[in-house]
């Protein structure tokens, strides 16, 4: 193999690439990236045999040919070459040498042949769905906070992404807190549903916010989605990426979800949010719980802990009704906060053993938030 390429563009493709390479697998060539070499291009692929990613750069090829390489070490060396124009040679052991043209900085590293790189899921069937890449990224932005990071509880380590007739929603809980965002999309036809691990989720944010970033002030960055067989795949920015689906059941969450709350208060979002940091730094390091009171126009926060003392702050807040307490966690309460870019917020509370509900203060018709938090005993 020998092609000519440039830095940069080699450097983003690469950067996305050695991200998803499983470097601490059992299986060595997982933390390769495979280079394969033909008709004016070079892709590069990586796969941690649950997710997969391909991008795609110009060449100039003068011999096509695949090779393995370590992702890491391909992106360092690429990484310390001069801007400007690179050049991949690969010899028959599969060494592979990457040199300058502009200076005589070159590296070699061992590779293998590209046969021996495992073979990447291809969409067979199914129906694309073309969605605005912010929307996508929003959608994320809103929930995966509350995605659990237990790889062995699979329904609650992912994310579920349902269609409905010009709407779409995605969900996610760990157990403690539940997150759903519902954003009006005139693109969705059909209904279905999907759960996305975790790792895929969050690949799937990057991809989305790369793109968005990137794009001009008149362009709209499309994410093509499909569903085809055991994975889903999309397609931005030049990248193919496709993720193995979870086959579990998710929590039946409209189950969760109060009806109604005998207690609703419009409080400020941003005052809240600092009046929680502040008192949570005096909050048990292992519950992370802050006691919240509600009484005729105020919102008291409160924590204490033998380690930590005391934390004290409140707020004016629009609430009529008797005083009620409540214990809950700070961070997963912070969390929903973050998630939401309203200048207010409403929060509703039955009792001290009921879940909290928190939606953004504003009136929005193409979209609808919520979070759940469950109480915790102080």
């Given at each position: 193999?020998?092609?000519?390429?440039s830095?940069?563009?080699?450097?983003?493709?690469?950067?996305?690439c050695?991200?998803?390479?499983?470097?601490?697998?059992?299986?060595?060539?997982?933390?390769?990236?495979?280079?394969?070499?033909?008709?004016?291009a070079?892709r590069?692929?990586?796969?941690?045999?649950?997710l997969?990613?391909?991008?795609?750069?110009?060449?100039?090829?003068?011999?096509?040919?695949?090779?393995?390489?370590?992702a890491k070490d391909?992106?360092?060396?690429?990484?310390?070459?001069p801007?400007?124009?690179?050049?991949?040679e690969?010899?028959d052991?599969?060494?592979t040498?990457?040199?300058s043209?502009?200076?005589?900085?070159?590296?070699?590293?061992?590779?293998?042949?590209?046969?021996?790189?495992?073979?990447?899921p291809?969409p067979?069937?199914?129906?694309?769905?073309?969605l605005?890449?912010a929307?996508?990224?929003r959608?994320?932005s809103?929930?995966?906070?509350?995605?659990?990071?237990?790889e062995?509880?699979?329904?609650?380590?992912s994310?579920?992404?349902?269609?409905?007739?010009?709407?779409?929603?995605?969900?996610?809980?760990?157990?403690?807190r539940?997150?759903?965002m519902e954003i009006?999309?005139?693109?969705v036809?059909t209904?279905?549903?999907?759960?996305?691990?975790?790792?895929?989720?969050m690949e799937?944010?990057?991809?989305c916010d790369?793109?968005?970033?990137?794009a001009?002030?008149?362009?709209?960055p499309?994410i093509?989605?499909?569903?085809?067989?055991?994975?889903?795949?999309a397609?931005?920015?030049?990248?193919?990426?496709s993720?193995?689906?979870?086959?579990?059941?998710f929590?039946?969450?409209q189950q969760v979800?109060?009806?109604?709350s005998?207690?609703?208060?419009?409080?400020?979002?941003?005052?809240?949010a600092?009046?929680?940091?502040?008192v949570?730094?005096a909050?048990?390091d292992?519950?992370?719980?802050?006691?919240i009171?509600?009484?005729?126009?105020l919102?008291?926060?409160e924590?204490e802990?033998?380690?930590?003392?005391?934390?004290?702050?409140?707020l004016?807040?629009?609430?009529?009704g008797?005083?009620?307490?409540?214990?809950?966690?700070?961070?997963?309460?912070?969390?929903?906060?973050g998630?939401?870019?309203?200048?207010?917020?409403?929060?509703?509370?039955?009792?001290?053993?009921?879940?909290a509900?928190?939606?953004?203060?504003?009136d929005?018709?193409?979209?609808?938030?919520?979070?759940v938090?469950?109480?915790?005993?102080?």
């Amino acid at each position: 193999m020998h092609v000519t390429v440039s830095k940069k563009d080699l450097s983003r493709v690469l950067a996305r690439c050695q991200g998803v390479a499983d470097k601490k697998s059992t299986m060595p060539v997982l933390g390769n990236v495979l280079l394969e070499a033909s008709q004016g291009a070079l892709r590069l692929s990586a796969t941690d045999l649950v997710l997969a990613v391909t991008g795609e750069v110009a060449a100039d090829v003068t011999k096509p040919g695949t090779v393995a390489v370590g992702a890491k070490d391909l992106y360092e060396r690429v990484r310390m070459m001069p801007e400007g124009q690179l050049v991949i040679e690969v010899s028959d052991g599969s060494a592979t040498t990457i040199r300058s043209l502009t200076t005589a900085r070159r590296y070699t590293i061992h590779g293998v042949p590209g046969e021996e790189f495992p073979s990447l899921p291809r969409p067979e069937k199914g129906e694309p769905l073309e969605l605005d890449a912010a929307v996508v990224s929003r959608l994320i932005s809103s929930t995966h906070f509350s995605i659990s990071t237990d790889e062995t509880r699979l329904h609650l380590s992912s994310a579920l992404l349902e269609l409905e007739k010009n709407r779409l929603r995605m969900v996610t809980t760990d157990g403690h807190r539940l997150s759903k965002m519902e954003i009006r999309a005139a693109e969705v036809k059909t209904t279905g549903s999907m759960l996305i691990p975790l790792k895929g989720i969050m690949e799937l944010r990057r991809l989305c916010d790369e793109a968005v970033a990137e794009a001009s002030a008149e362009t709209v960055p499309k994410i093509r989605l499909i569903e085809s067989g055991p994975n889903v795949f999309a397609e931005l920015a030049g990248f193919r990426f496709s993720v193995k689906l979870v086959d579990a059941q998710f929590p039946p969450y409209q189950q969760v979800i109060p009806a109604q709350s005998e207690h609703v208060v419009r409080a400020p979002r941003t005052f809240l949010a600092d009046a929680l940091k502040a008192v949570s730094l005096a909050a048990s390091d292992r519950t992370g719980g802050v006691k919240i009171t509600l009484s005729e126009g105020l919102l008291r926060v409160e924590s204490e802990s033998p380690e930590a003392g005391e934390g004290f702050d409140e707020l004016a807040v629009d609430h009529r009704g008797p005083t009620l307490t409540i214990g809950l966690n700070a961070r997963y309460f912070l969390d929903v906060l973050g998630a939401i870019t309203d200048d207010e917020v409403i929060l509703g509370i039955s009792g001290e053993l009921d879940p909290a509900v928190i939606r953004p203060g504003g009136d929005a018709s193409d979209r609808d938030y919520l979070a759940v938090v469950m109480p915790m005993r102080i």
